[in-house]
Structure formats: structure tokens, C-alpha cells
């Protein structure tokens, strides 16, 4: 399994970061395919623990541009797996 990692690097700048925390995402198959063709823009993100699972907000995915009528509609929270 080949693992993605993506980095805010100017949050690292702009913000003193006081914990990291490396968690994994749910995502479907045409957001995994716009990510590794470079459609992840994590510059509004953020993320925040509720309900005891770890949430990330405003991170946008472009749609597959070669996608179908499966791509699912942008979404700007995502979750951490169970």
C-alpha cells in the first residue's frame, strides 16, 4: 500500500504548533486518485477533536478529472478511521 502524506508547511510558519498527531483519512477511490494527481489544498484546514475522533475541516479535494458520476460532491470534513 503506497502511503500519501501531505504537509501544511506554511501553518508551520505563520503558527507556533504545540502537538502533532499522524492519523489516517477516509476517503473514496476518486478523492485518493485527485490527491496523488496533486488536488489536495490543506492552505484552510484545520483539525479538532469531537466525540473522541480526530476531524479535518475545510481541507478541499478537486474533483477527478477523470472521474464519473461516482465522484462524490466536495466535502469539506473529513474523518480519521475508527
Do not use: C
Not at 56 to 79: C, M, Q, V, W
Request: aromatic share 6%; glycine share 10%; proline share 9%.
Amino acid at each position: 500500500m503506497k502511503v500519501l502524506e501531505i504537509q501544511n508547511r506554511r501553518a508551520g510558519h505563520h503558527y507556533s504548533i504545540l502537538e502533532s498527531i499522524e492519523a489516517g483519512l477516509v476517503l473514496t477511490g476518486p478523492e485518493i486518485k485527485s490527491i496523488r494527481a496533486g488536488g489536495g489544498d490543506l492552505a484552510h484546514s484545520f483539525g479538532r477533536i469531537e466525540n473522541g475522533e480526530a476531524w479535518l475541516h475545510s481541507f478541499h479535494i478537486a474533483p477527478y478529472s477523470h472521474g464519473n458520476r461516482a465522484n462524490p460532491e466536495p466535502d469539506p470534513s473529513k474523518t480519521s478511521p475508527p
